[in-house]
């Protein structure tokens, strides 16, 4: 089954421990990225990649890395949380970014403290 | 102004009735344009993409009017089922990113 899995589901951590959300896909898409959803904001793009070692920042990267070191995985990593990141994250895949669908993974609910 | 635009609604309308909404884009160069539906603590979804021509897929009618830079989105004889946020989506040309509107919010009622 074609999928974009994220783990985990949902996170409870505190202020300043590093953490990582994975995502993986397995159909081969070469585009990958990362959106928060925050009320009244709607999707906001963290990070993208348009292929393997191929990384850029969306319109808020602050406080985020990612990297693409294989074409099915590309993690978010939170060096140090803060409370102002509490929100829910989804990784998105597709083919490319003109005319093709994106496929969105189930979400992390991520809660600082 | 920003790139994507959409009334957030919450339309609330009754079980039957025709809804219809818009989203605006800046970029008039945009070369493909998608909606898609996002229910409660959900993943977004593709609804259905929009043609130049329009499309139709059952209750739902998608259009795009490019001289005035929006997409509209018709849903006909509406189930409780339907309601969600509708997001749509724009890709400008050459761009390394899907731009998605904040969502209009749609609730059906009994």
């Known amino acids: 089954e074609a999928q974009v899995t994220q783990n985990p589901r949902y996170l409870i951590t505190v202020t300043g421990k590093k953490l990582t959300v994975t995502c993986s896909q397995n159909?081969?898409?070469?585009?990958m990225s990362w959106y928060r959803q925050d009320p009244g904001l709607g999707l906001r793009q963290i990070y993208y990649?348009?292929?393997?070692?191929?990384?850029d920042k969306g319109d808020v990267p602050e406080g985020y890395k990612v990297s693409r070191k294989e074409k099915r995985n590309f993690p978010l990593i939170l060096e140090s949380p803060s409370p102002n990141q509490t929100s829910l994250y989804f990784c998105?895949?597709?083919?490319?970014?003109?005319?093709?669908?994106?496929?969105f993974g189930q979400g992390t609910r991520l809660t600082v403290v | 102004r920003k790139e994507v635009e959409q009334d957030p609604g919450p339309f609330n309308v009754p079980e039957g009735a025709t809804v219809a909404f818009n989203c605006t884009y800046s970029?008039?160069?945009?070369?493909?344009f998608f909606w898609y539906r996002q229910d409660c603590r959900k993943e977004p979804k593709l609804l259905m993409s929009?043609?130049?021509s329009g499309n139709e897929d059952g209750r739902f009618t998608a259009q795009l009017n490019r001289a005035s830079q929006y997409i509209s989105l018709l849903i006909r004889d509406s189930k409780l089922s339907d309601s969600a946020t509708y997001l749509c989506?724009?890709?400008?040309?050459?761009?390394?990113?899907?731009?998605f509107g904040s969502g209009t919010r749609l609730s059906i009622r009994p």
């Open positions: 998105a895949s597709s083919l490319g970014t003109g005319g093709t669908e994106a496929f």
């Open positions: 159909m081969n898409h070469e585009y």
């Open positions: 990649s348009m292929n393997v070692e191929v990384t």
């Open positions: 970029n008039s160069a945009s070369q493909s």
């Open positions: 929009v043609y130049s």
């Open positions: 989506v724009v890709n400008p040309p050459s761009a390394s990113k899907i731009i």
